[in-house]
C-alpha cells in the first residue's frame, strides 16, 4: 500500500518562500510521476506542477518562473520550492502520485493522495 506523507508550508509574507515536501512509501520497483494541486477556500482544485518518471517538469501559467518541483528517486520524494509567494498563492496543496508500471505489475496505474497542507500567504 502506498502511503504519503506531507512536510512543509505554513505561512509566509508576501514576496517570501516556503518548501513543501511529500514523501512516498511503497514505491520501490516502480516507475510514479508526482503531481502538486492547490485548492484555495472556495475555488475548486486546480493543477500546479508536475513531474514525471523521467524528469520532466510543467507548471501552471499562475506558477511559472516563481515555483520549482523536483523530485529525490532515491528517498521517493518530491519538493515544490515556491519563491515570490503572493496571496494568490494562499491554498491547501495536495501532492498526487501516479504509480506504474512497476516491476511486478506492468499494467498497474494507481493514484494516491495526500491529505494536503495549508499554506498561507500574508501581504
Known amino acids: 500500500q502506498v502511503q504519503l506523507v506531507e512536510s512543509g508550508g505554513g505561512s509566509a509574507q508576501a514576496g517570501g518562500s516556503l518548501r513543501l515536501s511529500c514523501a512516498a512509501s511503497g514505491v520501490t520497483r516502480c516507475n510514479y510521476d508526482w503531481t502538486w494541486y492547490r485548492q484555495a477556500a472556495g475555488k475548486e482544485r486546480e493543477f500546479v506542477s508536475r513531474v514525471d518518471s523521467g524528469g520532466f517538469s510543467n507548471y501552471a501559467v499562475s506558477v511559472k518562473g516563481r515555483f520549482t518541483i523536483s523530485r529525490d528517486n532515491a528517498k521517493a520524494t518530491v519538493y515544490l520550492q515556491m519563491d515570490n509567494l503572493n496571496s494568490e498563492d494562499t491554498a491547501m496543496y495536495y501532492c498526487?502520485?501516479?504509480?506504474?508500471?512497476?516491476?511486478?505489475?506492468?499494467?498497474?496505474?494507481?493514484?494516491?493522495w495526500g491529505r494536503g497542507i495549508e499554506v498561507t500567504v500574508s501581504s
Open positions: 498526487q502520485i501516479v504509480v506504474g508500471p512497476c516491476a511486478y505489475d506492468e499494467a498497474l496505474k494507481l493514484d494516491f
